[in-house]
């Protein structure tokens, strides 16, 4: 019956190759960023904000007199590293307190619930721009932040799914032999969820850039001045009379970007969620 | 029967209470957040006298345990006293209550146009599964959840402001069709989101109603595809209706980059501002006022759903 509805199963997935591409371009960004942008952050002092094509400038130039392509390909690893940091941070609370509060029940599962319930009822965007904003400015501190708010859902996640494998006999027989609960949990169980903990994480860094971008773009995440999406957004807010470009390209990136990454969590899951319910 | 649903609501509600109480010493503890001494903080960008800070301390019982200044702080905010902004020097609830409405209108907007725009798209995508159009829009819902607001916004702002003049740029507008217009705007860019999360929520829900077997059943049985739909419909309704609270959170989160990006004088703005500032009375009043409403609707929600739908009335009240 499931088969039937699977037509598509033979197909190349465009969308996914397609989206790891333009992902891939912006990880070589990030990565190269001195090669790739070398002028990022040369001023030209005397030019002002300039309009698009002028030479030497394609897309213009922002208030300070920098190269709006440039600044936008150096955005790039601001746009990355804090992300993936966050979420493999979640992802290891979220994986350590998942399993044990899923597989040992009781009051630690008491105690891992109430926490998450209580992150889970605020906004995490508003949670972190009040402490990010309170804490201090740095880019790294509100990754830290990031990390806090984003466990909650990790743990969830990954208690669920244990909570799915215990009952099931092969964890019963290795109980019976005798095997120690640690080993249970990270040698047995651990495995059967890896496929959900990763597409997990493809999602948690889309959502990390959203939410690392807004920050900055409040004035609350990188410092002034560095090479943002998020603060080159707030910057060509100002803009949008002069160079609107200044805010419409990183605006797009930031959009693009986050796609892409949606886009392949979603193939990654689906493939991965195909591939378990096929065995 | 009535009554076990009566003792679970009541349980229900308990927790929520329970859970705004542990809020409420997270909010208070923001005070201690921000580093340097919080007398200081307090005051501000003022001068700072031997006597303003002892005025202060005494002000806020800074002298007293952490637990008594706590319940003196939370005493005063459930009458609605939150102290005075350092920013303003004002009284925070009246300042709160100024900036209610921008919000509330704007959130609202949203939530219409999500809600209105969503469910119709999800339950088109679901009903033609795998088809051209199916993979279109759950292509473009991929690219609304995944887009920041103010991102869209800025590009709104470019194209439909600056570029064609169809929509003011900034500010609330005067009178209410005025008023209404300058909102539109801002109310897109955050339905863009919202909408596109509606889409594959309600896409998900009618897809599994689809597969269930009693469809099966009833277009063997020669029903007609509209009856089936509608069977379909309604039993996908419930998912969809209590997943709407979930918006509730999405929305104050959103409402914050929206404000700020088209310079609206509501709640949202108020937070930047104040955590900008370090105006930490008024984002304590604003951090538990969120909070009480996100618990609140989720509770709401929760009953409602034991009120629909009658088969989780018994199931809720066994646990």
């Given at each position: ?175 019976l032999l005798g095997i120690r609960p640690m080993r249970i949990m990270f040698r047995h169980i651990a495995p059967n969820i890896v496929p959900i903990v990763v597409a997990n994480l493809l999602l948690n860094v889309a959502f990390a850039l959203v939410a690392l971008s807004s920050l900055s773009y409040l004035g609350l995440g990188v410092p002034p001045g560095a090479p943002d999406w998020g603060r080159q957004l707030a910057d060509g807010r100002a803009l949008l009379g002069d160079n609107p470009l200044a ?33 | ?319």
């Amino acid at each position: 019956m499931k088969s039937m509805k699977r037509r598509t199963n033979t197909r190349p997935p465009v969308v996914a190759i397609l989206s790891a591409v333009v992902l891939a371009a912006v990880g070589v960004c990030a990565v190269g960023r001195e090669l790739v942008a070398p002028h990022a952050l040369d001023q030209d002092v005397y030019l002002g904000v300039v309009g698009a094509g002028i030479e030497g400038h394609l897309f213009g130039t922002d208030q300070l007199g920098r190269d709006i392509l440039q600044l936008s390909l150096a955005g790039a690893r601001s746009a990355l590293a804090g992300p993936i940091v966050v979420a493999l941070g979640s992802m290891v609370i979220g994986f350590l307190l998942g399993t044990f509060a899923g597989y040992r029940g009781g009051i630690v599962d008491m105690l891992v619930g109430r926490y998450a319930d209580l992150l889970l009822a605020l906004p995490s965007v508003l949670l972190a721009i009040v402490v990010a904003g309170l804490v201090g400015r740095g880019y790294w501190i509100t990754v830290a932040v990031l990390i806090v708010l984003f466990s909650p859902s990790d743990v969830r996640l990954v208690r669920g799914a244990v909570m799915e494998q215990t009952p099931r006999p092969y964890i019963e027989s290795a109980r019976l032999l005798g095997i120690r609960p640690m080993r249970i949990m990270f040698r047995h169980i651990a495995p059967n969820i890896v496929p959900i903990v990763v597409a997990n994480l493809l999602l948690n860094v889309a959502f990390a850039l959203v939410a690392l971008s807004s920050l900055s773009y409040l004035g609350l995440g990188v410092p002034p001045g560095a090479p943002d999406w998020g603060r080159q957004l707030a910057d060509g807010r100002a803009l949008l009379g002069d160079n609107p470009l200044a805010a419409v390209v990183p605006g797009v990136l930031i959009i693009l970007t986050a796609t892409v990454v949606n886009l392949l969590g979603d193939w990654l899951s689906e493939t991965l969620d195909r591939k378990v319910t096929a065995r | 029967m009535s009554r076990a649903v009566l003792a679970f609501a009541l349980r229900r509600a308990a927790a929520t209470l329970a859970l705004l109480f542990a809020l409420s010493l997270l909010v208070f503890a923001l005070l201690y957040l921000a580093p340097g001494d919080v007398a200081r903080n307090l005051l501000g960008t003022r001068n700072v006298t031997p006597e303003a800070l002892a005025r202060i301390r005494e002000l806020y019982h800074l002298d007293e345990p952490f637990l008594a200044q706590y319940w003196w702080w939370l005493s005063h905010a459930v009458t609605g006293d939150f102290g005075t902004s350092i920013r303003t020097g004002g009284q925070v609830g009246p300042l709160l209550l100024d900036r209610t409405g921008v919000t509330a209108a704007t959130a609202g907007l949203a939530f219409l146009l999500s809600v209105l725009a969503g469910v119709p798209a999800g339950i088109a995508t679901a009903v033609r599964r795998g088809r051209p159009l199916d993979r279109a829009i759950v292509a473009a819902s991929v690219a609304g959840v995944g887009a920041p607001g103010f991102a869209v916004g800025l590009i709104l702002l470019y194209v439909f402001a600056l570029g064609l003049g169809w929509f003011p740029v900034y500010g609330t507008g005067e009178g209410f069709l005025d008023a209404l217009w300058h909102l539109v705007l801002p109310a897109v860019a955050l339905a863009f989101g919202l909408g596109a999360f509606v889409v594959k929520l309600t896409r998900a829900a009618v897809i599994r109603e689809l597969d269930q077997d009693y469809v099966t059943f009833a277009r063997g049985r020669g029903l007609s595809e509209r009856r089936v739909l509608r069977l379909v419909l309604r039993n996908a309704a419930i998912p969809i209706v209590t997943s709407l609270g979930l918006m509730v959170a999405y929305l104050f989160g959103g409402t914050v980059l929206i404000e700020v990006t088209f310079a609206l004088p509501g709640l949202g703005s108020l937070v930047e501002e104040s955590v900008l500032f370090k105006d930490i009375p008024v984002v304590q009043a604003l951090t538990l006022v969120v909070a009480l409403v996100v618990s609140v609707t989720a509770l709401a929600v929760d009953l409602s759903y034991l009120a629909i739908d009658p088969r989780v009335r018994t199931r809720a009240v066994r646990r």
